[in-house]
């Protein structure tokens, strides 16, 4: 049962990991009004935009996603860290 929970997370973490590269990947190629990308914008920017108040754009550039990305990984390792830790 606990191997199927951590598999759960990784999967997850990982499928989003996806959409947001997806999402950056349709920014540049595709209208904002497109159903898809609006469909991503709705998964992905609640959990941007409170990075991009404390990470602004440098040059231009958003590195939000990236930091989003970063944090989805560690959640994940901390995640499945503490639940090996209770399932031994």
Do not use: C
């Not at 997370?9 to 497109?34: K, R």
């Not at 914008?41 to 990305?69: Q, T, Y």
């Amino acid at each position: 049962m606990l191997g199927l929970i951590i598999q759960i997370i990784q999967i997850t973490a990982s499928v989003y990991t996806w959409l947001i590269i997806i999402a950056i990947v349709m920014s540049y190629f595709v209208s904002p009004y497109h159903p898809i990308r609006r469909t991503l914008d709705g998964l992905i920017n609640p959990l941007l935009n409170p990075i991009r108040k404390v990470v602004p754009p440098l040059g231009g550039f958003d590195f939000s996603p990236i930091v989003l990305v970063l944090l989805v990984r560690v959640v994940e390792i901390l995640l499945v860290s503490v639940l090996m830790k209770f399932g031994s």
